[in-house]
Each structure stands twice: as C-alpha cells, then as structure tokens.
C-alpha cells in the first residue's frame, strides 16, 4: 500500500513539475506572426540586370560596378549581374568588357531600393600596327645541349648538391 501511494505522489509530483514549467514560459514573438526587424542583415540597395550585345545576345564577363566604389560583379553566362551595395547617393554604373565599347549610366541608390538594368554595349575592333613576334633558342657551350659542372651541381640554387634537383633547374 505503501509504494502505491509513493508511486501516485510521484506521478502527481511530475505533473505539477510540468505544468509549473510551462506556465512560466515566455511567449515566443515569431509564433504570433510578428516580424522583429533584424539588424544584420543588409540595409543597402540591390542592382541587377542583364547586358548584351546590339543583336540582344548575352554577353559573358562584362565588368559592372558603381565608378569610384568597389561595389560591382561579373556578369554570367546568361548576361545576368547581381550585387548588393550599402553605398547611397547618386553614382555611374559602368559596364566594361574587352571587344565592346564602354557604357555609363547614372543612377540614384537608396538603401532598400533594387534597381534593374538593361545595357546594350556596342562592338568594337580593335585596329593594330605591325605585329612582329621574334623567339630564339637556347644555346649552351657545347651547342649542343647544358653543360654542368660539379660546381655548377653544388651552386644550383635549390639543387641542394643534388644532381637530379639542378638539372630540374635548367631550362627546357
């Protein structure tokens, strides 16, 4: 009789345990559908777009930054860029990339903003004078191939007096 009644006052002690646990719990703010701002998370403008070329086809690592600032991306292989800015105020956007004449644009970035682009850059060709391309061998005492010196073995840089890790130094 005993133990029943030292078993009921355990299971009556765990319950009042539980529901003393839970009455004092604090209510949680996300599960009454409010919003708390959170303060780290980015305050700063969106900008984004898509460059191509005066046909309409994408254009792939074209540069495009805000001048004077080191906010920019490439753009991928769809033409599209992407990049998030804390900077405000008015800026030049500018797109660059080899081959295409180079655009500016400007534009007034404001914290919250996302601003969208659409660019067209024009071809360019690139004119050059007389290209003259000169190579020569390499010529070794013998003419024929590197000579190598005990000396020149234990000098080697890197050699470490090993013959395998100087000739590993020559050219060719």
């Known amino acids: 009789m005993r133990t029943k009644y030292i078993s009921s006052l355990a299971a009556h002690c765990s319950c009042l345990l539980i ?18 701002p959170d303060e780290r998370l980015p305050t700063g403008a969106i900008l984004k777009g898509i460059i191509t070329d005066e046909d309409g086809i994408p254009i792939k690592s074209a540069n495009v930054f805000l001048a004077k600032t080191v906010a920019g991306a490439l753009t991928n292989s769809k033409g599209e860029f992407h990049f998030t800015t804390t900077k405000q105020g008015a800026f030049v956007l500018t797109v ?27 071809n360019i060709s690139t004119k050059t004078g ?35 890790q100087a000739i590993k130094t020559m050219p060719g």
């Open 19 to 36: 529901i003393c646990a839970f009455s004092f719990a604090q209510p949680c703010h996300a599960q009454q559908g409010q919003v708390l």
């Open 96 to 122: 660059t990339c080899v081959g295409y004449e180079k655009s500016t644009q400007a534009t007034l970035v404001e914290a919250g903003k996302t601003l969208e682009f659409t660019v067209a850059l024009r």
């Open 130 to 164: 007389k290209v003259v391309v000169a190579a020569s061998g390499y010529s070794s005492e013998s003419g024929k191939g590197v000579v190598l010196s005990a000396r020149d073995i234990v000098t080697t840089p890197g050699g470490a007096a090993d013959i395998f």
